[in-house]
């Protein structure tokens, strides 16, 4: 298993990434917050230099990730897939968490408002079929223009959509956990349980299924701060890395901040 070790701060944190990128990918993010935190960021399976993702349980591959990092607590930051891995280590393991930064959690399960959920579950639909087809490349293209940097798909290098077509296979099987809730996140009093600091970050421009989510989230778990970050999307840690830190800086790692449990 690939772990990168970012920054040089005396405080210690995990962040997992988002599907189909890298634990490298959090390098710009870190590097506002390097004076205080030193991150683990592991490559979640089939991802970075994992190996290829042959199928199964990958909420389960990924939460064994996790288990391989050393025992904290830890500061545990999640972006999009990789949050709603941290939350579910953060609901078994509270013993290791610090605090638990979500950022545009992609529980789609939590999903309330009718229009933001039928919205994104043609979106999906739409994706499987082109899936189904054999079509990875069109089931790449169109997953990375919702839920992508945003730029287009042809101004993308050639060997970035090459490798985006091979991982594109992972999107499926991460429908139980992300449209059924497979793990039971939401089970009645699970997340009221949750007595950790809980940071929720959104892009004010993401798909509005997000904030619905975040919504939901920041309803059920007891003193979560919500933050949304103008003129972001999805991709909210890469586009506005220092935003990003920033939240979490003023959240978590303030002079000021001595209740957190060590």
Do not use: N, Y
Request: glycine letters at 10%; aromatic letters at 6%; charged letters at 20%.
């Amino acid at each position: 298993m690939g772990i990168r070790r970012i920054g040089h701060g005396s405080e210690q944190a995990v962040a997992l990434h988002c599907t189909l990128a890298h634990g490298g990918a959090w390098a710009p993010m870190v590097a506002s917050l390097a004076d205080r935190l030193t991150v683990l960021a592991p490559d979640l399976p089939g991802h970075g230099t994992a190996p290829d993702w042959e199928g199964g349980d990958f909420l389960a591959a990924s939460l064994e990730v996790l288990d391989g990092v050393p025992e904290g607590p830890r500061h545990v930051i999640g972006h999009s897939f990789g949050a709603v891995v941290a939350l579910e280590h953060a609901l078994r393991a509270p013993e290791r968490v610090r605090s638990l930064t979500l950022i545009e959690p992609v529980l789609f399960a939590a999903a309330r408002s009718g229009a933001a959920k039928a919205a994104f579950e043609i979106e999906w639909q739409e994706l499987s079929r082109r899936f189904a087809a054999g079509d990875r490349e069109g089931a790449a293209r169109f997953f990375t223009g919702s839920w992508g940097t945003g730029l287009a798909w042809e101004s993308l290098p050639g060997p970035a959509r090459a490798r985006i077509a091979s991982q594109i296979h992972i999107v499926p099987d991460q429908t139980a956990i992300l449209q059924h809730d497979c793990a039971g996140i939401l089970a009645p009093g699970r997340l009221e349980g949750l007595d950790l600091p809980v940071l929720l970050i959104e892009g004010r421009e993401s798909p509005p299924v997000v904030a619905d989510i975040v919504e939901t989230l920041a309803a059920r778990i007891a003193g979560a701060r919500r933050v949304r970050i103008a003129e972001a999307g999805h991709m909210v840690p890469f586009s506005h890395p220092a935003e990003v830190a920033e939240a979490i800086r003023s959240s978590f790692l303030a002079e000021s901040v001595a209740t957190l449990p060590s």
